[in-house]
């Protein structure tokens, strides 16, 4: 990344979109590593945002969207920070919260640039909707609802989507039966843990950047830290056993750094309450450094 590129850190402190309350802490463990002055370190020019904070809710609203009210107006104030950012030339780094702070992040992206692409690094798919969901958790929902196959609640202060041609997901290793076919009928490329097993990390990155980046204005990166193994993440709310090592998940950051396409990117889903000592804080502090360019050597 070019020296002295604006960089906006924006903690949205949501976690209204799990079952599992916790993440909302997530912006302040990934700060507590010296995030931003390690931005300053790399020799960009970030800024502290400081975090959104949602409404706290009086009730459960729909069983089938759960929280949907509170999680879509804090939502709407992040695409609005996330335009805001993309607008005055930062790049907007956004710090969840649960993945469902991605409905602000990405149509905001797109509502600035034009057609981007999404490369989705996770465990889960979350791409159910308010009819495929097994759990009314909206966390489940953001990818699907961005790609414009609902709920279409969730991004309605936007009219942006983003075409499914353009999604890469990597790193699927718990897909809910309907949401499988929803990503196959949508045409989604979806990169599972065997994908990475059979082709490696490096192939299988390159393959998700040419998806994401041919023929758009720019990836944006959501990166949920349940992707990479619980013994090296603990702090995620809905871990998922034989994830990516953490060199398999540097190396995706690296070469997103190296493919210069990444126009903003989420971190999401550190829960501290479940970590061991900050490790998946400072472990999520250190993949959105390499995504901005820290390199070994
Ligand atoms: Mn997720």
Same mark, same amino acid.
């Given at each position: ?17 799990? =079952? ?13 590593? @010296? ?9 960009? =020019? ?25 999680? @879509?107006?804090? @939502?709407?104030?992040?695409?609005? !920070? ?45 791409? @159910?909707?308010?009819?495929? $969901? ?9 990818? =699907? ?26 790193? !699927? ?83 997103? !750094? ?21 490790? $998946?804080? !400072? ?15």
């Amino acid at each position: 990344m070019q020296q002295g590129k604006k960089v906006d850190v924006i903690g949205i402190q949501m976690d209204l979109g799990a =079952s599992r309350r916790g993440v909302n802490m997530g912006p302040s463990a990934i700060r507590y590593s @010296n995030l931003v002055e390690k931005m300053k370190d790399l020799g960009l =020019s970030p800024r502290d945002c400081g975090d959104i904070i949602p409404r706290i809710p009086q009730d459960e609203g729909e069983v089938s969207m759960r929280h949907a009210r509170e999680i @879509n107006e804090a @939502n709407e104030r992040l695409y609005r !920070a996330v335009r805001e950012s993309l607008r005055a030339g930062a790049m907007p780094v956004v710090l969840g919260g649960d993945h469902c702070v991605a409905a602000g992040s990405i149509p905001a992206a797109a509502e600035e640039l034009g057609e981007i692409g999404v490369i989705w690094i996770d465990a889960h798919g979350d791409f @159910n909707n308010d009819k495929s $969901t097994p759990s009314g958790n909206m966390h489940g929902m953001p990818l =699907s609802a961005v790609c414009g196959c609902g709920p279409e609640a969730m991004v309605s202060f936007s009219k942006a989507r983003i075409r499914p041609k353009h999604v890469a997901q990597v790193g !699927a290793r718990d897909l809910d039966a309907a949401e499988r076919q929803r990503l196959r009928e949508n045409g989604v490329s979806v990169f599972s843990i065997s994908d990475i097993d059979k082709l490696g990390m490096a192939e299988v990155m390159r393959r998700a950047i040419a998806v994401a980046g041919g023929g758009t204005r720019g990836i944006h990166l959501s990166f949920d830290v349940d992707a990479i193994t619980p013994e090296a993440a603990p702090g995620v709310g809905t871990p998922v056993h034989s994830g990516l090592t953490v060199r398999e998940a540097f190396l995706a950051a690296e070469m997103l !750094a190296e493919s210069g396409r990444v126009v903003s990117l989420d971190m999401v889903e550190v829960n501290p309450m479940l970590d061991a000592f900050n490790k $998946t804080g !400072a472990l999520a502090c250190e993949l959105i450094l390499s995504v901005l360019g820290k390199t070994v050597y």
